[in-house]
């Protein structure tokens, strides 16, 4: 939909397509972050994730804090790929040469 604006918990636009700071309403963000809060379904997470990608969305990314894994939606996937607490997140072509070690998300430190 033209008129969708999706509104993940953290948001990332490549540089050259970065929104002004007093825009209303943003472009589409190149990555969407979701973390799933308690009480909150796997199941509407990964509907919102979804529309993301239908919207124009390249990468999503739903942290699971929970099971300490995260979910990685990209475009022209079926099926979401998880990445354990030992893995690691790979910024792909959105986020060049970015990595994560997963477990630094969930350290208590």
């Known amino acids: 939909r033209p008129d969708y ?3 993940p918990d953290i948001s990332f636009w490549m540089a050259d397509r970065k929104p002004a700071r007093k825009m209303h309403i943003a ?3 190149d990555l969407a972050i979701e973390i799933q809060s308690p009480g909150q379904s796997l ?3 990964t509907d919102k994730a979804e529309k993301y990608l239908q919207a124009g969305v390249k990468l999503v990314w739903i942290i699971q804090p929970k099971k300490q894994v995260v979910l990685v ?3 022209g996937s079926s099926q979401p ?3 354990p607490n030992s893995g ?3 910024g792909e072509d ?3 040469g970015f990595r994560l070690p997963v477990s630094v998300l ?3 430190d």
């Open 43 to 45: 199941k509407s997470l």
């Open 88 to 90: 690691e997140l790979d």
């Open 106 to 108: 969930f350290d208590e």
């Open 73 to 75: 939606f990209r475009q």
């Open 81 to 83: 790929l998880t990445i």
């Open 94 to 96: 959105v986020i060049p």
């Open 5 to 7: 604006a999706p509104l």
């Open 27 to 29: 472009s589409l963000p």
